[in-house]
């Protein structure tokens, strides 16, 4: 049987676009259909626009840290609608730097939504084209409980196009997107407010990281809760009022959800193409990508693995690699490092102290609690904590985290070290780059007690 094409990626996000890219460099006849952007999630509403936020909102605290260097600050002002014209501006380019890359490749890209019709079968508006090989790359989409009035409420889709800066926010959640729009929106001069409803906020991550930013946020002034969730929406003039578990009501020019990522499968035919999906919708995958049906691969977000950028790019690769280059890779999903631009940012790879003491029993931690230089003179009271897990048995460094400047570009660079398995007498025997914040993690020696 003879197809349209070898491969049909649905999806042009981050995972998408590397699997096209690649395959069609192998030689396949390749297209990828995109119904909004070419870039996907992480360059149009996600990790990109964010970033850019992030740096924005830094200057706050850059212009008081300024002034103890001797530099005379005077007369700072803020412009949202400045910064939302310029990030969509950069997001524009990098939309463009995609559709170029796929042409480049000699990948077909197609600008509308696709939905699987067959094993072999999409439809593409009233078209049906075929492949050899389909791959769903289709990413996640926030999801929001079902509240009285939730359609009052935001997600972080919506933050980044806001038309004016909301002077009080409140942010639903303790999660990624939670703490780091906190920050944003704190760092701009936004009061926040970030409603969280269980113990501690993100779940999953190491408890020493958890407290501490809970209380570093704390300190910079942001009203975060703990133990508490909305229970209604109302719309207000010009805003919304929200009643809380608590019987509380709290007012707020805007509330934004992040409560969470679902897998974006509704409605693409999957099912009826004899796809098996989770409960949540999430697309069922074997270690290479391969789905229930043996001509229909998946990677990213979709398959709800881990649902980062980048490990959704090594698995567009490993699938390209695998169908393609004539080499079957899987790709690992170990000792992953990623970072929370939160602030102060989280970096972290590995296990934390719980899940090493679940798997091995013993363990040694290492950790270091201390003042970033330039808070010396700048006078932030914010500190930085860095913390090493070592399985007693073999010495093996198995989960590194540091919450503090930099961190998040310190922890790549261990996480090469800890994906390696290295030892701690072999950070031990590392020297150390005098003076950083990231020589913690070769100096400290005398495990807690
Ligand atoms: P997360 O899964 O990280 O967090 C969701 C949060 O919402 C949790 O705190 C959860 O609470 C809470 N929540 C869930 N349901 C409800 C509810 N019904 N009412 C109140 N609270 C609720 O999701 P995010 O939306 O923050 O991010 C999605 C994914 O995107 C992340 O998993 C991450 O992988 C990725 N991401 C990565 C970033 C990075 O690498 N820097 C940045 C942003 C996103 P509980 O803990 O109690 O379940």
Redesign the pocket.
């Known amino acids: 049987m003879t197809f349209d094409y070898d491969l049909f990626v649905i999806g042009a996000g981050s995972g998408g676009v590397r699997a096209s890219r690649i395959a069609a460099g192998f030689g396949a006849r390749v297209a990828v259909a995109e119904e909004y952007r070419i870039g996907g999630t992480c360059v149009i509403r ?2 990109v626009p ?1 970033k850019l936020l992030v740096y924005a909102s830094h200057f706050s605290e850059d212009f008081e840290a300024a002034k103890g260097f001797g530099w005379t600050v005077e007369g700072t002002s803020f412009d949202w609608k400045t910064l939302i014209t310029r990030k969509d501006a950069e997001i524009d380019r990098l939309n463009g730097l995609y559709r170029q890359t796929l042409g480049n490749a000699g990948v077909e890209t197609i600008e509308e939504r696709a939905v699987v019709t067959g094993p072999n079968a999409v439809r593409v508006g009233d078209r049906t084209l075929t492949a050899k090989t389909i791959l769903v790359a289709v990413g ?1 989409w ?4 079902d ?1 009285p009035g939730i359609e009052h409420a935001i997600t ?1 889709n919506e933050a980044l196009h806001l038309e004016e800066q909301p002077k009080r926010i409140v942010i ?7 703490v ?1 729009f906190a920050g944003i929106f704190h760092g701009m001069g936004s009061e926040v407010i970030q ?4 113990e501690q ?4 991550f190491d408890d020493d990281l958890r407290n501490r930013l809970a209380d570093e946020m704390r300190k910079k002034g942001i009203d975060l809760r703990t133990n508490i ?2 229970t209604n929406i109302e719309k207000t003039d010009g805003g919304v009022r929200l009643t809380l578990t608590d019987g509380s009501t709290l007012d707020a020019d805007a509330v934004m ?5 679902v897998p974006n499968t509704k409605g693409l035919g999957l099912e009826e193409a004899g796809v098996e999906l989770a409960p949540n919708g999430a697309i069922k995958v074997d270690a290479y990508g391969k789905t229930s049906v043996d001509s229909i691969y998946a990677v990213g ?1 979709v398959t709800d693995r ?4 980048p490990v959704a790019i090594k698995e567009g690769h490993a699938f390209a690699l695998t169908l393609y280059g004539n080499a079957p890779t899987s790709p690992e999903h170990d000792a992953v490092p ?4 939160s602030q102060p940012p989280i970096g972290t790879v590995g296990m934390t102290e719980q899940q090493a003491r679940d798997q091995f029993g013993e363990v040694d931690v290492y950790e270091s609690d201390f003042r970033p230089m330039k808070h010396t003179l700048g006078g932030a009271t914010e500190r930085a904590y860095t913390k090493l897990i070592v399985d007693k048995a073999t010495d093996k460094v198995v989960g590194a985290h540091m919450i503090g400047m930099d961190a998040a570009e310190i922890i790549q660079g261990v996480g090469i070290a800890v994906k390696a398995g290295l030892t701690k007498a072999q950070f031990d025997a590392t020297v150390a780059v005098h003076p950083s914040s990231a020589e913690e993690f070769v100096l400290m020696r005398t495990p807690r007690a």
């Open positions: 996600g990790c964010k996640g926030p999801q929001m409980p509240v972080s639903v959640g303790g999660g990624y997107i939670a780091e409603l969280y409803r269980s906020i993100l779940r999953g969730n909305v959800y992040a409560t969470g990522r977000d881990v649902q980062l950028t990623s970072a929370v631009f």
